[in-house]
Structures are given as structure tokens and as C-alpha cells.
């Protein structure tokens, strides 16, 4: 019978030379990639490296349980509020879910020992295996030889020598192997999670302290500027057309979305549990301390609930000065 593994692809080089490793040694591959709502890989690339290895793909939303690792990460935080460890254990657990599911033998990542000072040094990675409960069933290909042999190596289901012992930030060695197999479906490192951004990490943090229960709430966090009006309250504003565009795209239904139609400026969406005529007023005030109307009498703006665009009000704003917008920023 075939072997048959389950890897975690991120649409990175790393995840995407794994799997050429494994296809290598005639495993059959199933791909897991974890999506989160405000991002940390590529899924347009995560879908293209699937159809160029012809393997299948298996798309996990991020759900509600990832909350309470945002909210106290067992291994603690990055430098932002990036629980690097525990992400990576949650990660691995859905991919052990679904290799048992699929009746795989084993787990593979892309992880490159020492790549990352949090989350990749020895130690994390056995943290990571054992807490996922998948002691010696998780192969790291690219840095295999420089770790202990796990069971689908003993058991000769993978060719250990045919693996690699990559240690460090360098990706010299994986650009050479996407080179040689024709692969340029991969994102270039850089960018990727925006929980290891301070200024996102800020505005997670601030919506975990003031209640927020739902994952699918943090997806728009990752736009504009951010303006905590009170307990009750935040405001996003669109620093350019496309923010603009998708602020609308990712409003929940109850949101309220301000945008001017007289005037060129930018969007706002307003999300509050206990909406009040002022909040829509400052909303508004903040539009108008981004325009060329700064500073000049109040301005009128529009209004709509997001889940029904067609009910359409005007509100005026509360003129706000400089320090009034620097006490309510976040970011």
C-alpha cells in the first residue's frame, strides 16, 4: 500500500519544497493549509502550489477555539502579540485530525530548524509534536537529519537520506531545490502573519479586552486606521481606496459604514454593541479629520447598516481637533 502523508502548506518556500521532498519518495500527499481570517500565508498561492503538484487540498477556516491561544498563549508571545508555539501546535493538531480522517501515516511541515528564534528552536519543535499529540509522527524534511529519526523513518515509509539538514535563516538550499523542480508557485518570504506586527497585535489585544467572542469578528482588523471610541466601541477608517473597498467587504451585518458622497474621502465602518447617534457623529468627525475639510465647519455624511445598503441616512460630524483624534487612535 502506497504511503500516504498529510503536510501543512502555507503557499511559502519552505512548505512548498517539503512537499516536492515527499512527492519525491512517491508518497501520496494531502495538504492542510489553516486559513486565517486576517492572514498568515498566501491562499491564492496555497491553492496554486496544490494544482501544480496535483494533490489534494483540505482549507481550514480558523474557528472560535483559536481564541483563547490569542488571549493566553500557554509558550507566551512574540515580540507582538504572536503566540508563535501554540499557533503551530494548533495547526498540527488539525493536520493530525485530518491525517486520521484520511488514514494517513504521518505529518510533515516546512519547518527549518533555527529559522525563527520563537517558535523553531529544538526545543519548540518537540513542544510542538508532543502538545499535538503526535510524538514521532511529525517530519520536518528540511531539517530531518539534524534531528532525532521519527517512526516513518525507522519504519523505512521515508528515505532519511534523501532528506535534508537545513539550520538557520538562509533559504539558499530550498531555492535551489524550487529551481531544479520547476517551482514558482511559491510566495517570496517576507511579510506573513500580522499578529507579529505591533501595531495589529495592538488591536487585537484591545477587541479581546473588550469582549470580542467570534474569530470571524478580528477579520477586518487588519485594515485602516483604528479608533477605540469607548468600551463599547472601535472605528476603522480606510486609508485609500482599496481599504475603503474592503472595509465594506468585510463588515459584519450589523456594522455601520459611513462614506461620503459629495466628497472625495475615506470610508469608515463603526462596530459597537450598544450603538448610540454620537458614535456616528465621531465616525464621522474622524472622516472628516482625514479630508481636505479639516478643520472647517461640520460636514454631512452618509450612513448605512451594512446588511441593508439600500436604508441610507445622513449624519453630521462632530468637528474634532487633533488631540481629540490622537486619544481615540490605535493605530
Not at 516546512?110 to 514521532?136: F, T
Not at 452618509?302 to 490622537?326: C, F, H, Q, R
Amino acid at each position: 500500500m502506497r504511503v500516504k502523508a498529510v503536510g501543512l502548506l502555507s503557499g511559502g518556500l519552505d512548505s512548498a519544497v517539503a512537499c516536492q521532498l515527499m512527492l519525491d519518495q512517491g508518497i501520496e500527499v494531502h495538504v492542510v493549509h489553516v486559513s486565517m481570517p486576517w492572514g498568515c500565508g498566501k491562499p491564492s498561492r496555497v491553492t496554486a502550489l496544490a494544482e501544480r503538484f496535483g494533490i489534494p487540498l483540505k482549507v481550514i477556516p480558523l474557528a472560535d477555539d483559536y481564541l483563547s491561544i490569542l488571549k493566553k498563549p500557554q509558550y507566551g508571545f512574540g515580540s507582538a502579540h504572536n503566540p508563535c508555539v501554540d499557533c503551530h501546535i494548533y495547526m498540527v493538531k488539525k493536520a493530525a485530525e485530518y491525517m486520521k480522517e484520511i488514514g494517513a501515516d504521518f505529518i510533515f511541515t516546512g519547518e527549518v530548524l533555527g529559522q525563527r528564534p520563537m517558535s523553531q528552536r529544538r526545543v519548540c519543535l518537540d513542544w510542538v509534536e508532543n502538545d499535538a499529540g503526535v510524538p514521532g509522527k511529525l517530519l520536518r524534511p528540511l531539517s530531518a537529519r539534524l534531528l532525532p529519526p521519527t517512526v516513518p523513518e525507522e519504519e523505512g515509509l521515508v528515505d532519511r537520506s534523501k532528506l535534508l539538514a537545513i539550520v538557520g535563516r538562509s533559504r539558499k538550499e530550498q531555492h535551489t531545490i524550487a529551481v531544479a523542480a520547476g517551482l514558482k508557485e511559491f510566495s517570496q518570504p517576507g511579510g506573513g502573519c500580522l499578529l507579529t506586527e505591533k501595531h495589529f497585535g495592538a488591536r487585537i489585544k484591545d477587541v479581546l479586552a473588550h469582549g470580542c467572542d467570534h474569530i470571524a469578528l478580528t477579520a477586518v482588523l487588519g485594515l485602516g486606521r483604528y479608533f477605540r471610541v469607548d468600551e463599547d466601541t472601535f472605528v476603522l477608517l480606510g486609508r485609500n481606496d482599496r481599504e475603503n473597498d474592503k472595509l465594506l467587504e468585510y463588515a459584519m451585518s450589523d456594522d455601520m459604514i459611513l462614506r461620503s458622497f459629495t466628497f472625495f474621502g475615506p470610508a469608515a465602518l463603526v462596530r459597537s454593541r450598544v450603538l448610540k447617534e454620537e458614535h456616528l457623529a465621531l465616525a464621522a468627525g474622524i472622516i472628516q479629520f482625514y479630508s481636505k475639510w479639516r478643520g472647517e465647519e461640520p460636514i454631512v455624511v452618509n450612513y448605512w447598516k451594512s446588511a441593508t445598503p439600500d436604508e441610507m441616512s445622513e449624519i453630521t460630524s462632530l468637528v474634532l481637533d487633533e488631540d481629540a483624534v490622537g486619544r481615540m487612535s490605535k493605530g
